[in-house]
Structure formats: structure tokens, C-alpha cells
């Protein structure tokens, strides 16, 4: 049976050093990329798994205690919210205030997320990519399957490197992919972990690593969260790195 890789929702859609920012926060996203850097990624699992999934994402307000509207945090949506009650007010940057605009929104914004695990700080994340000419180069890549290929449990057996060039309005972004076949040592690791994350679970307002629940007692199918273990893969060394370029 062919596992499906990518979200349907996408097909016809036109490193920092410190581990210790990484255990912090597990979610990436490319707009944290300076001018000139890159990381490098290798997914794991896929849409089939519930490992990857498109959505959309948009900024919320409500009224504080002194009746004021204030952002209230961001709401994930299946499908596009159209312009729900809370969609938050665009800010007026010209002024020095930055007031909001009253009957002008900002936009709700279309995401692909996927599970990988970073070459720069060795944990799972999940990467929010919001970027369209992103998702596309990604898109175009995975549905080269003579290249880039996967394993029966669905783990890519290569990796990607996003670069992010320029500032501002000038900004552009790329996808680089390697073929990388998967150790057997990650092989194992992911698949003591895999069922401790579900991306679905965005769609419900809950934690994403709190795992697929059960039926009947609302756990993660694992029976245990492992957020913010470092055990797949370890961070490596430069030594190590150069030693063993493929255990990643």
C-alpha cells in the first residue's frame, strides 16, 4: 500500500546554535531565518499518518476588562474562516501610535505544517510553513518519487534545506532537498515517538503533542507525552558532523 504523502489541500495550489531556545519552543517557522541563514530538516511521517496537514491560521481580538479590543491569540481553521467576529484589526504602522483600523482586517493565512526533525538543534518540531512559493517548491519536490523517496512507515529518505535571502519586501525563500537515506537508528526512535504527535488536534484547539486521543480515556494512543525529548536525533558535533554526515 503507497502511504499519501502530501495534504491534498496543496496539490494545485499555484541554524541556530543554542538547544536550549529550541526545548522552548518546538514550533518553527521559516520567517525566523535571518538574512543569509538556513536550516536543514528532515520530515517525518506524512498527511497519511497525521504527521502533515494545510490549514489556515488567523489573528484574533477581544475585549479586555476595560471593554477595549485587544489580540487574543491565533485561531487554526480546516477550511477558510471567511471573516469570523474576532478576526483581529489591522494596525496602522505609519503612525507612531500604530493605532488599529477599524473595518480593516488582517487577512487569514493559509499554513502547511509537518513534523521533521532539525539538523541544527537534533528534536522534534513541527515546522509552520505560511510562505506560498514555499509550499509550491515543496510540492514540486515531493512529487518527484523517483528522487526522493520514503520508507514504508513514512519517513523521508532525504532531507531539505530552507534559505531565506534578503529583508523585508525584498525576501525571498528556497528549498534545497538531499538525498539522505534514513539510519536505523532513527528509524527505531521515530517509531517509539510517532504516536505522540498529532497535528490534527490544532483543528480542535488542543496540543499537537499530547498525541492522537483514545476513545476511551482522552490519553495519547503512546500512553506518554514525550515533549521536549532530544532523543531523535541527538544534536551532533561539528566532529561528528563531518565524521557522519548521513546520521542525521
Known amino acids: 500500500m503507497t502511504l499519501q504523502v502530501l495534504p491534498p489541500e496543496l496539490l494545485g495550489e499555484g541554524k541556530k546554535d543554542t538547544i536550549e531556545k529550541a526545548e522552548a519552543q518546538p514550533y518553527w517557522k521559516p520567517s525566523s531565518l535571518k538574512d543569509g541563514e538556513s536550516e536543514e530538516f528532515r520530515l517525518l511521517g506524512c498527511y497519511e499518518t497525521g504527521h502533515a496537514i494545510v490549514g489556515w491560521q488567523y489573528a484574533s481580538e477581544a475585549r479586555g476588562k476595560d471593554g477595549e479590543l ?14 469570523p467576529d474576532d478576526l483581529a484589526r489591522e494596525t496602522d504602522w505609519s503612525k507612531p501610535d500604530r493605532p488599529k483600523i477599524d473595518g480593516s482586517y488582517v487577512k487569514p493565512r493559509r499554513f502547511l505544517a509537518w513534523v521533521a526533525t532539525s539538523a541544527a538543534r537534533g528534536r522534534l518540531e513541527v515546522m509552520f510553513i505560511e510562505q506560498k512559493s514555499l509550499r509550491e517548491q515543496l510540492t514540486e519536490i515531493l512529487q518527484e518519487d523517483e528522487d526522493y523517496t520514503w520508507t514504508k512507515e513514512g519517513l ?32 527505531k526512535e521515530w517509531s517509539d515517538q510517532e504516536s505522540t504527535i498529532w497535528l490534527p488536534n490544532f483543528f480542535e484547539g488542543k496540543d499537537p503533542f499530547d498525541g492522537k486521543q483514545s476513545d476511551e480515556k482522552g490519553l495519547p494512543a503512546g500512553g506518554v507525552d514525550k515533549r521536549g525529548s532530544t532523543v531523535l536525533p541527538k544534536a551532533k558535533t561539528k566532529k561528528e558532523e563531518q565524521d557522519n554526515e548521513t546520521e542525521f
Open 70 to 83: 485587544r489580540f487574543n491569540g491565533y485561531v487554526v481553521t480546516r477550511s477558510h474562516p471567511g471573516t
Open 156 to 187: 523521508a529518505n532525504f532531507s531539505i534545506k530552507i534559505s531565506r535571502k534578503g529583508t523585508g519586501l525584498e525576501t525571498s525563500y528556497s528549498i534545497l532537498p538531499k538525498v539522505r537515506k534514513v539510519p536505523e537508528r532513527i528509524a
